[in-house]
């Protein structure tokens, strides 16, 4: 692992992430969330991260839009192919947002040892995301939507739509 990296993850004080993110987007995280400041990361105006939020960036963009609130108790993974979240969303707790997974094709070789895949994770503007939900790759949610709580999303969700379930399907479209 790099220095810088390692200075950023490690050594780097959550009062200072706070103080750090304040005045390069006057984004309000608390001082227990642990974001990992990156190049790769940006947090729009006027987010609020609560505490105990994860906020990882591994090799790819992760991009949160402006006046999102983060609820406390989540995790925001980000892989190559990226995270990408829209303006004014709403998280709720103790949800999981990833863009990467590990590959399982080759059955005699242990997962660990088969790498990574991304194709990214896409939030769109306006999105309301219940407590305890799963957002994996692949997920394509699109603007106004309204994902149940303990819902696990991995395709695409169109917009205006209320979707709930294991996997989460369509069960109402707003008009």
């Known amino acids: ?46 987010t609020q991260v609560s505490s105990f939020t994860k906020i990882k960036v591994a090799g790819g963009p992760l991009r949160i839009g402006e006046r999102c609130s983060i609820a406390t108790g989540c995790f925001i993974g980000s892989g190559e192919g990226g995270t990408y979240i829209g303006d004014d969303c709403l998280i709720g707790a103790n949800c999981t947002i990833v863009s990467s997974t590990y590959r399982y094709d080759a059955l005699e070789v242990p997962f660990a040892q088969q790498g990574h895949v991304s194709k ?3 939030i ?50 707003r008009r």
């Open 1 to 46: 692992m790099e220095a810088t990296k390692y200075i950023r993850r490690f050594l780097m004080p959550s009062i200072g992430v706070t103080l750090i993110t304040w005045f390069r987007s006057k984004a309000l995280i608390s001082p227990r969330a642990e974001v990992e400041l990156s190049p790769e990361l940006h947090i729009g105006r006027k």
């Open 120 to 122: 990214g994770t896409v």
């Open 124 to 173: 769109g503007n306006n999105v309301l995301i219940g407590s305890n939900c799963v957002i994996v790759d692949g997920a394509n949610i699109e603007d106004n939507v309204m994902i149940g709580a303990q819902s696990l999303v991995s395709g695409k969700i169109p917009k205006n739509s209320v979707a709930q379930g294991n996997p989460a399907k369509v069960i109402f479209t």
